[in-house]
């Protein structure tokens, strides 16, 4: 099919695509540079249909926040707050359990786990919290626990990094969410985020894990001072992980979302730039099977549009979300089963249920509407 390129400097990407031919550094920089969405999504809905033709995937999860306690104060966060801080939150081991079997229905394949760098809360507390979900709901998949929380906890129980995931593994973690890894450079990483792990060392921590056999997702937060160099350099950071590992299922763009941070006066996102790194990472990312248009960040009608640019996997019911919304998103906190069904159908795709790992999630047809 002969398809209409304004931009010239994407005709040789488009050549490279056709025949399956990685991209380069440069490539990347022009994919970020041009203003040919129409061209670009078309380059990047060509990779996304060959691997996962016309098929959308969503899940049934719950997202776990046991505390926003965080002894980082990223300039990025509207989450963290200081311990003495009267709005801050901890849970107790019953609260995070009943917070778990809130709205709980046999249909929750997964809860998302991450929180605060608390200064208290330590190793053995995670994993009886862990043991005690997993006694619960012995079918939900744990995804828990960020890099930057796991080389916390190593840091403050003077362990290894390894040590730490094996004693997760053990209390029933069994893959890891995607956060925290930012934007890699470290000019700007010092400004938006200078207590957090170094970029490098996130990078390490999903190595590591990776090699003890848990998958993971990846994310890169996009929209504050980051340039178009910066996100390709991060992108093909991630590539080149993906490349020894394997380990990586998903990648999840991040919009910045500047309220109630100290970078507010920053502005949002737009749409364009949103879909613009949904395509440029679905081309870039030539081996990470996954692009997720996460609709608590773009919007659902933003991720909606975003599964014919790129992205193959709209996240899920999600049920209570407080990191986005600290930051002023203005999304639900949730979105029911049909909900994303519909969405995913109104823009011609299949839905297909997933679990964590993207294997089919089969349900009797008496269960579909579960008003999750
Ligand atoms: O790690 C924090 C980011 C992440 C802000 O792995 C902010 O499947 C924007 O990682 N504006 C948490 N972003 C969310 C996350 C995630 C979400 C959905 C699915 C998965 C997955 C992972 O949100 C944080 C940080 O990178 N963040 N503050 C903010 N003001």
Same mark, same amino acid.
């Given at each position: 099919m002969e398809i209409s390129i304004? #931009? *010239?400097?994407l005709r040789p990407i488009l050549e490279k695509v056709n025949s399956g031919a990685r991209l380069n550094y440069d490539d990347g920089i022009t994919l970020y540079r041009t203003s040919d969405l129409l061209a670009l999504g078309y380059l990047a809905n060509l990779v996304r249909e060959r691997l996962h033709g016309n098929v959308t995937y969503f899940n049934v999860n719950r997202h776990i926040n046991p505390? #926003?306690? %965080?002894? !980082?104060?990223?300039? =990025? %966060?509207? &989450?963290g707050k200081r311990a003495? #801080?009267?709005r801050a939150y901890t849970m107790s081991l019953e609260q995070v359990w009943e917070t778990a079997g809130? /709205?709980?229905?046999?249909a929750v394949t997964e809860f998302h786990i991450v929180g605060g760098l608390h200064p208290e809360l330590t190793l053995d507390w995670y994993c009886e919290m862990l043991r005690g979900l997993k006694a619960r709901f012995p079918q939900v998949h744990l995804k828990a626990l960020t890099m930057g929380e796991i080389a916390f906890l190593a840091r403050r129980g003077h362990i290894s990094v390894r040590e730490v995931i094996q004693r997760l593994k053990d209390a029933g973690v069994e893959s890891l969410p995607g /956060?925290?890894?930012?934007? &890699?450079?470290e000019r700007v990483r010092r400004i938006? %985020?200078?207590?957090?792990? !170094?970029g490098e060392e996130w990078i390490e921590v999903a190595r590591t894990a990776h090699q003890m056999g848990l998958k993971s997702n990846c994310t890169m937060l996009y929209g504050? =001072?980051?340039?178009d160099e910066d996100r390709v350099d991060h992108l093909l950071k991630l590539r080149a992980l993906q490349d020894e590992? /394997?380990? =990586?299922v998903a990648f999840v763009p991040l919009a910045f979302h500047p #309220?109630?941070? *100290? =970078? !507010?006066?920053i502005p949002s996102t737009t749409g364009f730039a949103d879909i613009k790194n949904v395509a440029a990472a679905r081309l870039l990312l030539d081996n990470v099977p996954h692009i997720k248009a996460y609709w608590v960040m773009m919007t659902p009608r933003i991720a909606q549009v975003a599964q014919r640019f790129g992205a193959d996997d709209l996240d899920g019911t999600v049920v209570e979300e407080k990191i986005y919304h600290d930051a002023g !998103?203005?999304?639900?906190q949730s979105l029911r089963r049909d909900e994303l069904l519909r969405l995913i159908r109104d823009a011609g795709r299949d839905p297909v249920e997933r679990d964590t790992l993207y294997r089919p999630v089969a349900r009797a047809g008496a269960t579909l509407t579960v008003p999750v």
């Open positions: 304004e #931009d *010239q400097r505390t #926003d306690v %965080c002894v !980082a104060s990223c300039r =990025l %966060c509207a &989450f003495k #801080d009267p809130r /709205g709980w229905t046999e /956060g925290g890894a930012e934007i &890699f450079n938006i %985020c200078d207590h957090k792990i !170094a504050h =001072l980051e340039n590992t /394997g380990g =990586l #309220d109630n941070t *100290q =970078l !507010a006066h !998103a203005t999304t639900s």
